[in-house]
């Protein structure tokens, strides 16, 4: 027996999308207006989904929990796993000590804030997205440059504002691949319209960092260094996009950011050192005027984190990927798999949805972290006891998180199960010619619920072909404004924010952390869409 999503439940698209977005109402109110905890305004927004999805959708009750506990699952695992095995690694080196020399090394490269921000959140973050993405550039730059002194909450904000440049290419190209594979258009050209977007936020992103730290006045004093960031990335992300593929955009750009920002910095200094308000000369900066700070001591110190990319480079690899997925153990979800029904327009034909819990053990990210975090033990001197030790002070550390995660991920699963995204996708749809402005913020819808641009143009991507389609414009703007749009949402996705607050010791916080990112979101999102339009009637050269 099967069950038929409807779309306009209330016989009119306007008042059902109205009452399909009160989820989103209740976590926005909750976390910007009370600044709840992020597992009160979780755990609220599920269930008013769910209530939602029972009484004005009339999905069976037994469906819709279904939905939903499957949607915690996959926030148990694979996403906590993430967070847990990449707070580990960092956890290790603060008790052994060795941060306090990674602290040292960034210093002497320089120990100003507002360049080490550029250096780990903008650029450092940025490589972690390309090769890993699902989560771990934000719990490792974050909780690093908490590490470094940092704000807990500026470290958290920037790190999330910072991860809006590589997320569409994020995971080695997954999120364009996905988008290829919905709608049937050529990956190259959904991956080099991408790259006609995005480089433009990608190069005043580092800008826009440091203005949000330290205001105009002295984000002039770094400009320089900004726009070697900035353009950089903006440029290798330009080309490897429309010449090389989805694949490598984010690896190559921030690469060359992080190498363009070293050489640059051994040249060119900027005239005073800013520091956070009332923050004294930093200790990073008395050590390394000693000369303890040797290549050994270095290289030790660094392990983890290197240790750390190579396994996460390695895991994306898809032959490796592809061996590692042979031990998979997938699990058909009783009385939800191929049970509910998506039809015309969000699918071309009557689609049962698949219900398939994947426990990916072998290639998950997190689990290339956690034999990282085994290696990195080796490396350090930590005996089997303290291992266990330190990762049960992180478990407890993630208490929360761990209520969190999955109430968001449970959230994001009922709502696209029931067809409530759908409804406020199609209402968006139905702007006619003034679509392609609304477009990018059908994707920044998608990435707000599930936290993930690839699950944003899984859940949008055959919708904007066919609606680009009916209005009369490129459906390869439309596809790729959905995953453009998407990045802009990540900042303030209720996934990403108890990630952040995990990495940085600000669980509890999250209403805090949402009310830093969301005015930033909003203006990026109304800067993809007048590009989008624009690029629609005026620019119409750009598309590929």
Not at 27 to 53: D, E, H, T, W
Not at 57 to 62: A, F, L, T
Request: aromatic fraction near 12%; charge should be positive; include cysteine.
């Amino acid at each position: 027996m099967t069950w038929t999503q409807v779309y306009d439940p209330m016989g009119s698209l306007a008042l059902s999308a109205l009452i399909a977005a009160i989820p989103m109402v209740v976590i926005f109110y909750l976390l910007a207006v009370r600044r709840a905890p992020g597992q009160v305004a979780g755990s609220c927004a599920m269930i008013s989904a769910v209530l939602i999805a029972i009484l004005v959708y009339k999905m069976p009750v037994g469906l819709a929990l279904t939905a939903t506990g499957m949607g915690a699952l996959y926030g148990i695992f694979p996403i906590f796993w993430i967070v847990i095995t990449a707070i580990f690694i960092y956890n290790m080196t603060v008790e052994t000590g060795q941060f306090e020399i990674v602290k040292n090394s960034i210093a002497s490269i320089t120990d100003d804030r507002r360049l080490q921000a550029l250096l780990v959140a903008f650029a450092f973050g940025a490589f972690l997205e390309g090769a890993a993405g699902f989560g771990t550039p934000v719990a490792i730059s974050a909780g690093m440059l908490v590490g470094l002194g940092f704000n807990p909450l500026y470290a958290a904000g920037l790190c999330l504002i910072a991860n809006t440049a590589p997320v569409a290419f994020g995971g080695i190209g997954i999120p364009i691949i996905v988008a290829g594979q919905v709608t049937g258009i050529d990956t190259m050209k959904i991956s080099a319209m991408v790259g006609r977007q995005l480089p433009f936020l990608s190069v005043i992103i580092p800008i826009w960092l440091v203005v949000l730290m330290a205001g105009w006045k002295s984000a002039m004093e770094v400009l320089p260094a900004c726009l070697v960031a900035g353009v950089a990335f903006a440029g290798l992300q330009w080309f490897s996009s429309n010449f090389l593929g989805p694949e490598l955009p984010d690896i190559l750009s921030s690469l060359a950011a992080i190498i363009g920002l070293a050489v640059f910095l051994k040249v060119w200094k900027p005239a005073k050192i800013w520091r956070f308000p009332g923050e004294p000369a930093t200790a990073a900066a008395t050590a390394t005027q000693g000369s303890d700070l040797t290549f050994g001591k270095v290289f030790k110190a660094w392990s983890p984190f290197l240790v750390l990319t190579v396994m996460v480079i390695l895991w994306g690899i898809k032959p490796v990927s592809a061996a590692l997925d042979a031990v998979t153990i997938k699990w058909l979800v009783p009385g939800l798999d191929k049970v509910v029904m998506q039809v015309a327009p969000i699918v071309k034909k009557p689609t049962a949805m698949a219900a398939l819990y994947k426990i990916n053990w072998l290639s998950a990210a997190g689990t290339a972290l956690f034999i990282a975090s085994i290696i990195s033990a080796a490396i350090l001197g930590i005996g089997p006891s303290r291992f266990f030790t330190i990762f049960g002070k992180t478990f407890v550390q993630l208490k929360k998180p761990l209520i969190t995660i999955p109430c968001v991920l449970g959230l994001a699963y009922i709502m696209n199960y029931s067809g409530m995204t759908a409804s406020m996708g199609l209402f968006l749809a139905g702007t006619g010619k003034f679509f392609p402005f609304f477009s990018p913020l059908l994707g920044w819808l998608g990435v707000f619920l599930t936290g993930s641009d690839t699950s944003a143009n899984a859940l949008f991507g055959n919708l904007q072909a066919v609606t680009a389609q009916q209005v009369g414009v490129s459906d390869v703007l439309t596809v790729a404004a959905n995953s453009s749009g998407g990045v802009t949402g990540k900042m303030i996705s209720p996934q990403s924010i108890a990630v952040a607050t995990a990495a940085t010791g600000l669980v509890g916080k999250e209403g805090d952390l949402f009310n830093f990112t969301v005015m930033h979101s909003f203006i990026l999102a109304l800067a993809v869409m007048i590009m989008t339009y624009a690029q629609a009637y005026w620019l119409s050269w750009m598309i590929p």
